[in-house]
């Protein structure tokens, strides 16, 4: 499932940036924060699981606030009010063509969110706050919020880290983490918000306080919060549901703030899909898997079957099939589907992985062809018999990059192998198309 173009909504004049996700009865809006950006939002591979799950309950709806993401900048010295915040979601539903949506807030967008369903409970299906807070700082009578000196020294840590994603990590230590991981955070942070805007952004979110507009929702709401979130405090999600009418609270179990990320985002959408529709759905298979990525592609197979003719070409691609798919069954290899002339293929074991594309390219020689492969080892998300996510990616492009005769793998899956007698030689860092960051590659030595 793919996401929509870009489009633009007119707040006044300013142009709010937005994209769809799936189809259905229900719109979802997600209520943007001040970070994020709608041309990577719906495929960024943290949230993408969530977010499909989500577009099986109807259309899901991004937006970017104006000064951040894809929408319109705005100047450091005046920013946007909470109003012209909330005035961007009527903007982004009147364009999509939608009466009514249910709002999903994370974090600092839940006043916006709130000012929006108080103030429009016709268009507000329902409310769901995702680790949302009414007000960010500590007051006599609201003692969950963070002591002012706190928060000023957590901004500044968060400004000095912002951009290389290590931030990212820090708010959410049950994240999967490597470098790699670290790198696409990364991008993502530097795509939504420059320094200076997060940081004025920031400060700005520290006088918001909608306290006392949460009695007057009347909205079906929702709040979700992890136990031990490392930037929200459970008690101010609490705080929340205790003050709008009717609303329900649930804790989950977890360290992360975000409730859509892995490992938590299950249980978050199986709470959000009993809320919306009133039955619980079927449990989520686990759907991603780390293994081992391999592509095969038969050199100069176009100007061979050009030469051979039809016949005597598909004869001879037949026999290169069978000799793949028989060493694939002595290392372990899962076929999931032919590309082109070649194979892609998933391994529970990167060394296994490599012995049997090297066992592939000397047996295919018999036959007077040359192959090439790519590998890399990362996590993949199961679709069916199919794989697919940033890992699949990786390999593909890897395997465009090799050459003649050659085995390329990625410095990660080389690092893996350490110790196996396997050697390599160094091959630099090259930019994958697509993929963010230079990768280190490697060559199959013998």
């Not at 892609?344 to 192959?371: K, N, W």
Request: some cysteine; charged content about 25%; aromatic content about 8%.
């Amino acid at each position: 499932m793919e996401a929509s173009e870009t489009r633009y909504a007119l707040n006044g004049d300013v142009h709010v940036a937005y994209r769809t996700f799936g189809e259905g009865p229900i719109d979802l809006v997600f209520a943007s924060n001040w970070f994020t950006n709608v041309e990577i939002m719906p495929e960024h591979p943290p949230g993408r699981a969530w977010t499909e799950q989500l577009a099986s309950l109807g259309r899901v709806i991004f937006y970017d606030l104006p000064g951040t993401g894809a929408s319109d900048p705005v100047s450091l010295e005046s920013f946007p009010t909470l109003e012209q915040w909330t005035d961007s979601i009527t903007a982004v539903l009147d364009a999509v063509g939608s009466s009514q949506a249910v709002l999903l807030a994370v974090d600092v967008a839940f006043p916006t969110a709130a000012l929006f369903a108080a103030t429009y409970p016709k268009r507000t299906r329902a409310l769901i706050a995702l680790a949302g807070w009414a007000r960010a700082l500590r007051a006599d009578d609201y003692p969950m919020g963070l002591p002012r000196e706190s928060w000023e020294h957590g901004l500044e840590v968060a400004s000095s880290m912002w951009g290389m994603g290590e931030w990212q990590h820090a708010i959410n230590p049950d994240l999967s983490w490597n470098e790699d991981a670290r790198r696409m955070w990364g991008r993502f942070e530097r795509l939504t918000a420059s320094p200076n805007t997060f940081r004025r952004m920031a400060r700005l979110s520290m006088q918001l306080d909608v306290r006392d507009i949460l009695p007057s929702i009347r909205v079906p709401t929702l709040v979700l919060h992890h136990t031990n979130d490392r930037l929200v405090s459970v008690e101010a999600g609490r705080y929340i549901a205790e003050h709008v009418p009717g609303a329900r609270f649930v804790e989950l179990l977890g360290n992360n703030h975000y409730l859509f990320v892995e490992p938590g985002w299950r249980r978050c959408f199986e709470e959000i899909s009993e809320f919306i529709t009133g039955a619980r759905p079927a449990p989520i298979e686990d759907d991603r898997i780390l293994a081992t990525v391999l592509f095969t592609d038969i050199v100069g197979s176009t100007e061979k079957a050009a030469q051979m003719g039809d016949r005597e070409w598909r004869a001879l691609l037949d026999a290169h099939d069978a000799i793949v798919r028989s060493q694939l069954a002595r290392f372990r290899g899962r076929e999931v589907k032919t590309v082109g002339d070649g194979f892609l293929v998933t391994f529970d074991g990167p060394q296994r992985a490599i012995r049997c594309a090297q066992a592939i390219r000397d047996s295919v020689g018999s036959l007077g062809l040359e192959m090439r492969a790519g590998l890399h080892t990362g996590e993949c998300e199961v679709r069916g018999e199919d794989v697919g996510g940033l890992a699949v990616h990786i390999g593909a492009r890897i395997s465009a990059l090799a050459e003649p005769g050659e085995i390329l793998v990625s410095g990660t899956l080389a690092d893996l192998v350490v110790g196996s007698g396997l050697g390599f030689d160094d091959r630099g860092t090259r930019e994958l198309k697509g993929v963010p960051g230079r990768w280190r590659l490697h060559a199959v030595a013998g």
